[in-house]
């Protein structure tokens, strides 16, 4: 069993920057970012892999960055240019085993964390 704690969310002004961070308990193959607004499904926003390799949703590429810091098992999401369309409950989810990630299915991840929210005001 992997715990992921988030942590980082709050409230921002259009164009603004913030910084997520996922703190897991054991290594996994594979972390990745979701996020989910009232009555939508959760989307997947960046994931990476255990080479460093990334793939990001097309609404946030350019703006949002994914990286990990393996010794720490730590992830982290940068996100620059923040819009209203942002606003969110931001999500941390790992497997431990090799999945195509490049597909954010949020079936494919065995652990969650329990959200942090973000919030961006225009």
């Known amino acids: 069993q992997v715990q992921l704690v988030e942590s980082g969310g709050g409230s921002v002004q259009a164009g603004g920057s913030m910084r997520l961070s996922c703190a897991a308990s054991?290594?996994?193959?594979?972390m990745a970012w979701f996020r989910q607004t009232p009555g939508k499904e959760r989307e997947g926003v960046a994931a990476?892999?255990?080479?460093?390799?990334?793939t990001y949703a097309d609404s946030v590429k350019g703006r949002f960055t994914i990286s990990k810091d393996n010794a720490k098992k730590i992830l982290y999401l940068q996100m620059n240019s923040l819009k209203p369309e942002d606003t969110a409950m931001y999500y941390c989810?790992?497997?431990?085993?090799?999945?195509?990630?490049?597909?954010?299915?949020?079936?494919?991840?065995?652990?969650w964390g329990q959200g942090t929210q973000v919030t961006v005001s225009s």
């Open positions: 989810a790992a497997v431990e085993g090799r999945i195509p990630y490049w597909r954010l299915k949020t079936g494919e991840y065995d652990y």
């Open positions: 054991a290594y996994t193959h594979c």
């Open positions: 990476i892999a255990t080479d460093a390799t990334t």
